[in-house]
């Protein structure tokens, strides 16, 4: 199992910025497909964005296309997600997680088998 701990999270002002880190120790992160995921109060965990081992794929959920982007520095053992343009509608507390598979799209939280404890990230309008 990969340990993973994020950080980066913060209250900024819609439109605004934020960037969130994933740092992973236990195990080389390059083995892993990652994801961040997000749960605002009173809803399900949801998916945002996954990649594959080694970067070679990424995938968005809908709502943040074009606004967040995730990426991985497997020498650093960290994954980001960069989020711009952020709405009031992205507070959530944000997940980072580690899956020995990638599924793109079709990508569940139950296919992820590490998980972070989260970081608020909250958007004021």
């Known amino acids: 199992q990969v340990q993973l701990v994020e950080s980066g999270g913060g209250l900024v002002q819609a439109g605004g910025s934020l960037r969130l880190s994933c740092a992973a120790s236990?195990?080389?992160?390059?083995?892993?497909?990652m994801g961040w995921f997000r749960q605002a109060p009173g809803k399900e965990r949801e998916f945002v964005a996954g990649?594959?081992?080694?970067?070679?794929?990424?995938h968005y959920a809908d709502s943040v296309k074009g606004r967040f982007t995730i990426s991985r520095n497997d020498t650093k053992n960290t994954l980001s997600l960069q989020m711009n343009s952020l709405e009031p509608e992205d507070t959530a507390v944000y997940y980072c997680?580690?899956?020995?598979?990638?599924?793109?799209?079709?990508?569940?939280?139950?296919?992820?088998?590490?998980w972070g404890q989260g970081t608020q990230v909250t958007v004021s309008s």
């Open positions: 997680a580690a899956s020995p598979r990638y599924k793109g799209s079709d990508s569940k939280s139950s296919d992820f088998t590490s």
């Open positions: 236990g195990r080389t992160l390059s083995l892993y497909a």
């Open positions: 990649i594959s081992a080694l970067g070679w794929g990424t």
